[in-house]
């Protein structure tokens, strides 16, 4: 029992994770391409944007002291800025980081001249950044990655609570998720049903415990719809599966067109979300950051 309260623990149990489905589905969103793609889809509808939680993320904020006006927020993976947005309306000073020219895009087009002043945005991908350099090591009260790609390894995990003097916030999937389109395209071109459990957030959390970081957690079901044409999804499943999958172009790209136009209607496809996320808030723990 007490080896599960140890961080090494979870550290490799994390690192082995890297022969299954879940390790290739991270691999496939794990590039500007694909997200530069997906970007015109966001943000489409008042049902997505509820499944943000933004008052209830703001509330769980407050409640761990990590909400007052002037704070200094780093956003890991801040995409199309909506909850980068919400805090900078709050007066937190925010510096906004994405690997995604065509996110970004999205999210410098919502803000509004009266938050101007307050967020930072910078197209940078976290793996690659040196804190040390940038003087970013304790700099920020409250550092975010939500549904990032960028947190996906403990070294990405620890820099990133290396960047924060107070706290800190996470959210990703905690269940299998419903993905028929993927699971469709995965069965034609990886030849295997997709075994997708992106739970990868529970190592965070349980590496936390081992840390002596007790987290507030919550989880949410989140169900959406996202209406895309044919050539949205199609550039969108491309830039995915050429970073997975071995087969040519010309042989991926004929798999991706039938099987995409079999399941339109008027040239458009709708893409269905539903699965379980969990956030967790946590203040800074000084000295348990290896």
């Known amino acids: 029992m007490d080896t599960i ?20 589905v991270h691999r496939g969103f794990s590039t500007p391409e694909y997200w530069d793609k997906a970007a015109g889809t966001y943000n489409q509808n008042k049902k997505e944007v509820r499944n943000r939680r933004l008052e209830k993320t703001l509330a769980a904020f407050k409640r761990n002291n990590l909400l007052f006006k002037g704070m200094s927020v780093l956003e890991i993976g801040c995409g199309t800025g909506m909850v980068s947005i919400a805090l900078a309306k709050k007066g937190a000073r925010v510096t906004a980081l994405d690997f995604s020219e065509g996110m970004l895009e999205k999210f410098r087009q919502d803000i509004t001249p009266d938050i101007k002043k307050n967020i930072t945005i910078l197209c940078e991908d976290w793996h690659k950044m040196d804190i040390k350099e940038k003087g970013w090591e304790k700099k920020f009260d409250l550092v975010i990655a939500f549904m990032s790609p960028g947190v996906a ?18 959210r990703g999937w905690a269940s299998k998720g419903t993905h028929p389109i993927l699971a469709d395209l995965w069965e034609k071109i990886m030849g295997t049903s997709l075994e997708d459990k992106p739970q990868s957030i529970l190592y965070k959390i349980n590496l936390l415990f081992s840390l002596g970081i007790f987290p ?26 050429q970073k997975i999958s071995n087969k040519p172009d010309d042989e991926l790209e004929l798999i991706l067109q039938d099987s995409l136009e079999a399941i339109s209607e008027g040239n458009r496809i709708v893409r269905t979300h539903k699965g379980l ?11 348990a950051i290896p």
């Open 5 to 24: 309260f140890n961080k090494e623990f979870w550290i490799n149990e994390w690192e082995k994770d890297k022969t299954s489905d879940t390790y290739s």
């Open 277 to 287: 996320t969990a956030t967790a808030v946590w203040q800074m723990n000084p000295g």
């Open 153 to 170: 390894t403990p070294k990405a995990f620890f820099k990133m609570m290396r960047c924060s003097k107070k706290g800190c916030a996470i």
């Open 216 to 241: 507030e957690i919550t989880f949410d079901t989140i169900a959406w719809s996202q209406n895309t044409t044919v050539k949205e999804e199609f550039d969108r499943q491309k830039a995915f599966f």
